[in-house]
């Protein structure tokens, strides 16, 4: 067996000229640019794998001593990474909000590869930096809708920017709130600024106590890590009940003059478009009159429900968003680009400045790099990929493909409520919905004594855990499962099944073999035979 030379001459080799045509790496290559979807279903094993068994194939902590040729490490990646990686690509893996791409994403990610531009900085970058500055520009007008004076003013002006590229929802989210810190706590002439004298000089400063971010239990939880990171604690992230799945301007604005009158600050209420679990939009234009009311900063986390502005059938779900003074997006969501695309947009192009940073050897005052006003430093140019989206599947394209994920989640939740043993828990306001088995029987009885209903939920829920997770490891389709309260159960928590239908990909036939085959798991239980036999065990 032929052994990889350690020699200059083969490193070169390694990055100039590939191996030939038959070699491991060019036939994959191959195969996913033929049929991307045949070589996941050959390659992405499903069978019973534990993590632990996994594991075992990275269980070496020294780094290699020798090369190895690129085929036979492609080989290797097959048998280890490949086989037992998720396959996203599936129309019937709709538990989370990872989908299927298009195929020209392939052959554009080589393209950015090859280029490795770094867009921290014009030097490394350079058509990258106002390509970025262009598509923060198309994705404002979509939320903000502003003329085109104002886009010819600031879509490439060195003084300002209309967002920020991120890796995802987290990051742009702490931006957002690092903005409005900076912003609430700004220099005045005697204060030099919360980012120069730090956060408790600011808030003793401008006679704070605390300072807390709002929004309700539905929050994602980077708003956890972002009052950590910026230094408000934890327990300054206020979560409100939510049994509507929305947060209430009421008892927003409540608590928020609550807690002005003992001596603190609301910094920002966050609203929700898309939650994570339910996939809800909050009342975004009443929360912009709370927080105009408060006098804080309002920014929507969109990371999800964002894309829907695409379409002009149901972008009024959205009704307030262009009030928002930030909003995230994540194109890796619903715009179909690969992973690690998110962005924040600012309404006001100079509130990135409260944020802006120079170093003399890269990122000097007057440039228009992007990389003075982004949390993230070095950065690929993913923009490239969400401006070839735009441009390929144009807003139209957009529209078909938010429209026809709602309409599927809506027949989705008719096929439930049709069948009697199953409870549609949360009904669709964009692609997401929640359910649970529930034999007929049981939600008869519960209706009949809503008493009864916390002894059949644990019972319920265990149900719903024990489907869930052999679904799973049967390998055929996926549905992700959470704990949720509903206005129709009061204060009791239960466990549902949770499912996204965002892949274009995906039929009605699908949807129903999912279904099938989670009745079919739930007939085999102990737990099923339980409930069924006797409705009244508690």
Not at 510 to 536: C, G, V, Y
Request: hydrophobic share 40%; charged share 20%; aromatic share 8%.
């Amino acid at each position: 067996m032929a052994v990889a030379e350690v020699s200059l001459e083969h490193l070169f080799r390694v990055f100039t000229m590939p191996e030939g045509k038959d070699s491991k790496l060019a036939q994959i290559e191959q195969h996913l640019s033929d049929n991307l979807a045949d070589f996941l279903s050959q390659h992405v094993v499903t069978k019973v794998t534990s993590l632990e068994q996994i594991e075992q194939s990275f269980a070496e902590f020294n780094v290699p001593e020798h090369p190895e040729f690129v085929s036979e490490h492609a080989a290797n990646l097959l048998e280890k990474v490949v086989a037992n990686s998720v396959n996203t690509y599936s129309p019937t893996f709709i538990g989370h909000m990872t989908s299927a791409l298009p195929y020209f994403h392939l052959s554009l990610a080589k393209l950015l590869v090859g280029l490795n531009q770094n867009l921290v900085k014009i030097e490394t970058s350079k058509a990258f930096t106002p390509l970025e500055r262009q598509v923060l520009g198309m994705m404002h007008e979509l939320v903000y809708g502003q003329n085109a004076e104002f886009y010819n003013t600031y879509l490439h002006s060195a003084n300002h920017a209309l967002g920020a590229f991120c890796s995802g929802g987290t990051i742009a989210n702490v931006t957002a709130l690092w903005v409005a810190r900076n912003k609430a706590l700004a220099a005045d002439g005697k204060f030099k600024g919360v980012a120069r004298e730090g956060l408790a000089a600011g808030l003793t400063h401008y006679g704070y106590k605390k300072m807390a971010i709002l929004s309700s239990r539905r929050g994602h939880y980077s708003l956890s890590k972002s009052v950590d990171i910026l230094g408000l604690g934890r327990e300054q992230l206020i979560t409100l009940d939510c049994p509507t799945q929305r947060l209430s301007p009421e008892k927003a604005l409540a608590f928020g003059k609550q807690y002005a009158e003992q001596g603190n600050k609301i910094l920002s209420i966050v609203g929700v478009a898309g939650t994570t679990e339910t996939g809800h939009v909050d009342p975004l234009d009443e929360l912009a009159d709370v927080a105009e009311e408060l006098g804080c900063h309002f920014h929507v986390d969109a990371a999800w429900g964002g894309a829907t502005l695409f379409s002009n059938t149901h972008r009024n779900i959205l009704k307030g968003i262009q009030r928002a003074d930030s909003v995230t997006i994540d194109a890796h969501k619903q715009m179909y680009v690969p992973m690690g695309a998110g962005m924040v947009l600012f309404k006001d192009p100079n509130d990135s400045n409260a944020v802006r940073h120079h170093a003399n050897y890269i990122l000097r005052a007057g440039s228009k790099d992007l990389g003075a006003t982004t949390l993230e430093g070095s950065r690929n140019g993913m923009a490239m990929m969400v401006y070839s989206s735009l441009h390929i599947f144009g807003r139209q394209g957009y529209e078909l493909l938010i429209d026809q994920s709602i309409e599927k989640a809506k027949i989705f939740a008719r096929m439930i409520q049709s069948h009697p043993d199953f409870e549609l828990i949360t009904h669709p306001t964009l692609s997401l919905l929640t359910y649970r088995i529930n034999p007929q029987e049981i939600q008869q009885q519960i209706k009949a004594d809503p008493s009864l209903s916390p002894g059949f939920n644990k019972k319920l829920d265990k149900l719903t855990v024990y489907v869930q997770k052999q679904q799973r490891e049967a390998g055929k389709s996926f549905v992700s499962r959470t704990r949720l309260q509903t206005e129709a159960y009061g204060d009791q928590t239960m466990t549902v099944f949770r499912v996204v239908l965002a892949n274009p990909l995906t039929t009605e036939k699908d949807l129903q073999n999912i279904l099938d085959e989670q009745m079919e798991i739930a007939n085999k239980s102990e737990d099923w035979a339980e409930l069924t036999k006797n409705p009244f065990l508690s």
